[in-house]
T-cell receptor, first 111, second 114 residues
């Protein structure tokens, strides 16, 4: 079946550091890929998405490129802020139905 | 545009009791999904509806779980004879007509079974 693997956290960075959170997936066909973010005490929010190979999703300074050859969708941001501290989930949608999530990566940004 | 709402936000119950959660999707959304998230894990799919029809159920959804969406608007998720292993965050999401549309999540209902 489909699966998503994320790097384990927590990831601890200083403010203005470069962020990479790795995400790889296993799926048949051509899934859509997503990054969701969960801030403390809040629900999941869509951060960005990509629906086909080589698409780049971007939002709020975050970017991720759909790489079919490496089955990856790594999340990057050039300069993180304290307010980016949250749990980040990579997910795929392969059949036009449910989302399959990775285990989540907690990001902690220190001033 | 109001988002997805869920009630209650928190529920504490004793083992063996029945509980019911409610989800109100974004008004124009035809699809409604239920997920379960345990501590430190990603959400896992439980079931989804297209309007009032329940189209798919996960193997995670044991016979003690039942979900309804009687008029194609709000949905309820009932757990009968709760067990401690049912303790989790129950998330609801909704999307437009097709499954390829973005799913928007509610804040969740956190269940603790003592």
């Amino acid at each position: 079946g489909d699966s998503v693997t994320q790097m384990e956290g927590p990831v601890t960075l200083s403010e203005e550091a470069f962020l990479t959170i790795n995400c790889t997936y296993t799926a048949t066909g051509y899934p859509s890929l997503f990054w969701y973010v969960q801030y403390p005490g809040e629900g999941l929010q869509l951060l960005l998405k990509a629906t086909k190979a080589d698409d780049k999703g971007s939002n709020k300074g975050f970017e991720a490129t759909y790489r079919k050859e490496t089955t990856s969708f790594h999340l990057e941001k050039g300069s993180v802020q304290v307010s980016d501290s949250a749990v980040y989930f990579c997910a795929l949608n392969n059949a036009g139905n449910m989302l399959t999530f990775g285990g989540g990566t907690r990001l902690m940004v220190k001033p | 545009d109001t988002g997805v709402s869920q009630n209650p936000r928190h529920k504490i119950t004793k083992r063996g009791q029945n509980v019911t959660f409610r989800c109100d999707p974004i008004s124009e959304h035809n699809r409604l999904y239920w997920y379960r998230q345990t501590l430190g894990q990603g959400p896992e799919f439980l079931t989804y509806f297209q309007n009032e029809a329940q189209l798919e159920k996960s193997r995670l959804l044991s016979d003690r779980f039942s979900a309804e969406r009687p008029k194609g608007s709000f949905s309820t998720l009932e757990i009968q004879r709760t067990e401690q292993g049912d303790s989790a965050m129950y998330l609801c999401a909704s999307s437009l007509q097709t499954g390829w549309e973005t799913q928007y999540f509610g804040p969740g209902t956190r269940l603790l079974v003592l």
